[in-house]
Structures are given as C-alpha cells and as structure tokens.
C-alpha cells in the first residue's frame, strides 16, 4: 500500500487509523494508533539513510515501528534537533542511543551508537 507523506490523522498506517501526530522535522513524523505506532519518514528521508537501515524485520517503506526500530530514523537523520528543548533531545537521544545497541548493535557504529549514551551529537 502506498502511504504519502505526511500523514494526516486519520489516514491509513500499518498499525492502523493515524490518532495523533507529532512533527519530528520537514521528513519525519512520530504517529500513534489504538493499538501502536512510530516513527513515518519520507521516501526522500529514507533514501538518505544507508541501505541496511531502511527496512527491519519489523519496519519498512518508510516507517519504524515504536518498540524497537524508531531509534534507526531518530538517530540517523538527526531528529533530536527537533525537539522542543535540549532536555528532550538529550533525553530521547540516549534512549535512542539506548535501543539500538540492544536491538541493532550490529548498526551501533554507523549511527553513532556507539559511544556514550548521554552524550549528543547535535545542539
């Protein structure tokens, strides 16, 4: 199914009806449904991140699954600088930081995972 961007409450996920958004940047948007949720990026957004990270067992075709696969999108493209304040970003960057090397260590390195989870890239 295609899916565009950006989503609109409402509109079609693979979890279901879209309850609510949140703008993560121009290419990015966390979403929430009844029953789950994640991150949706763009297909532009998508073809910036290197190959072995644009689908999971779990995630594809743009969106990344809430419990372990969200942190692929966040830490990739930088989508701690749009929080809306550095205590977020620091916060939601070392969980990011967090969930990758337990459920992605093999791409800890190449999203910059793989240092010390309270430090931050951007800001």
């Known amino acids: 199914m295609l899916y565009p961007f950006p989503p609109t409450v409402g509109s079609s ?3 279901g009806p879209i309850q609510h958004l949140t703008p993560l940047g121009p290419d990015a948007v966390a979403v929430s449904t009844a029953s789950h949720g994640g991150i949706r990026i763009s297909l532009t ?7 072995p990270l644009q689908a999971t067992a779990y995630s594809g075709a743009g969106w990344f699954e809430e419990d372990c696969d969200w942190a692929i999108p966040y830490l990739a493209l930088g989508l701690d600088a749009f ?28 999203l910059g995972a793989d240092g010390d989870p309270k430090g931050r890239p951007h800001g």
């Open 13 to 15: 996920s693979p979890w």
């Open 45 to 51: 957004a998508l073809a910036r991140l290197p190959e």
């Open 83 to 110: 929080e809306p304040d550095a205590a977020r970003a620091s916060e939601v960057w070392a969980a990011a930081v967090h969930t990758v090397k337990r459920y992605h260590s093999q791409h800890a390195a190449l």
